[in-house]
């Protein structure tokens, strides 16, 4: 699904402005709930990007470094660093995996889970707060877009499919 300069010139006025505003949104909101979780990522002195390789390797036990590097969308090496760092603080495991001994795969420890767990909370706890902030129909709105969400979001993180 390749999107040429043609197709984006044809975008509805709709679309564009769609587009932009979802940027805007999803950034305020991203940058909300970052606000919201600093304590818990400062409890363990973490970068951004050392707090969002945790919640992936929750999310996906036993992941090869090469394939969280996909998943987030950055260069291996990089992600090879943030396992040095995390490893020394004691966050994160790696192991040979069983299929290629060439290739390492990440566990978490103890300490992580409960730590994304905390986090995880904490961020529910921001979304419900803000919920209930909305009037009950906007409430159904946003719960009736989630599906759209989700689709857009598997849009997001399938890179394969935009152009170079």
Do not use: F
Not at 58 to 66: K, L, T
């Amino acid at each position: 699904m390749e999107i040429s300069s043609s197709t984006a010139a044809q975008a509805s006025p709709h679309t564009a402005s769609l587009t932009s505003e979802l940027a805007k949104v999803l950034g305020r909101i991203g940058r909300g709930l970052r606000y919201h979780t600093r304590a818990e990522r400062e409890a363990l002195d973490l970068t951004h990007s050392e707090a969002e390789l945790l919640r992936l390797v929750d999310r996906a036990p036993g992941i090869r470094v090469q394939d969280a590097a996909v998943e987030l969308g950055v260069a291996s090496n990089s992600v090879s660093t943030l396992v040095k760092q995390l490893n020394r603080a004691g966050l994160v495991e790696r192991a040979t995996d069983p299929l290629d001994g060439r290739a390492v795969c990440l566990r978490l420890t103890p300490l992580a889970r409960e730590w994304v767990t905390q986090v995880g909370n904490a961020r529910e706890q921001a979304i419900q707060r803000a919920l209930l902030e909305l009037d009950a129909e906007q409430r159904e709105t946003l719960e009736a877009a989630v599906p759209a969400m989700k689709r857009l979001a598997k849009a997001l993180a399938n890179k394969s499919s935009w152009p170079q």
